[in-house]
């Protein structure tokens, strides 16, 4: 199924939007360094459709060259996912928001921008003049947010539902056994079942990525 990683910068509030994606509501926190040590992976729909999220490590300013090549090693979540947030504190100044975004996409994306990016302005609810205009070269597809208030969410989840790998359908017909119970329950599990018919046989008009679906198709022998 998609995954969407998210990175940025320790106390940006990458942990805070994971929750708001995923529906869950926290209390504020203190700035804390590493509260994150190792990636944390919640589920959440799209549009009906399962999406991994993962909260990846954040990473620090000024890092030794030795320190930033060890924590590369660590974000396979970063260059493994579909869509990439990076998660910027828009309360802080422009100086610092534009010298971290360019930091980010330096360190992280120099090889890998092909993969999309959302670049998320968190914190906007404690940002004095924010604007977004002067680093906007430097973020590509951005998106204002409090996750703490939950302002800006549905505008992300829409912005990540536009850039996640297109969807294939595909006709299934299957048995009516118990097998094919079992076989219908991974497929909600996996991806969208959009239409459903029982008869003698079971129909199902089903929907994910192209990849996941010839694993499912092996995984589950359906033709």
Request: charged share 25%; with cysteine.
């Amino acid at each position: 199924m998609p995954r969407v990683a998210i990175c940025g910068y320790t106390n940006a509030g990458k942990s805070t939007l994971l929750n708001a994606l995923v529906g869950k509501r926290c209390s504020k926190s203190t700035d804390q360094l590493f509260t994150t040590l190792s990636p944390i992976t919640r589920s959440m729909r799209i549009d009906g459709r399962k999406v991994m999220l993962t909260d990846t490590v954040g990473f620090l300013e000024g890092l030794p060259h030795f320190m930033i090549e060890a924590f590369r090693s660590t974000f396979s979540e970063i260059y493994e996912a579909d869509v990439i947030l990076v998660v910027v504190d828009a309360s802080e100044s422009q100086k610092n928001i534009r010298r971290k975004l360019k930091t980010s996409h330096s360190t992280l994306f120099n090889d890998w921008l092909e993969r999309p990016i959302i670049t998320v302005f968190n914190k906007i609810d404690k940002a004095k003049c924010f604007e977004l205009e002067p680093v906007r070269h430097l973020a590509p597809n951005p998106v204002i947010v409090s996750a703490l208030n939950q302002e800006g969410i549905e505008d992300l989840k829409t912005k990540i539902g536009e850039l996640l790998p297109p969807l294939e359908t595909k006709e299934m017909i299957l048995p009516m056994s118990p097998e094919s119970l079992k076989k219908l329950s991974t497929l909600y599990k996996k991806g969208i079942v959009r239409e459903l018919y029982f008869d003698s046989y079971i129909k199902v008009i089903y929907q994910t990525s192209h990849e996941e679906m010839k694993r499912i198709m092996e995984a589950l022998d359906v033709r």
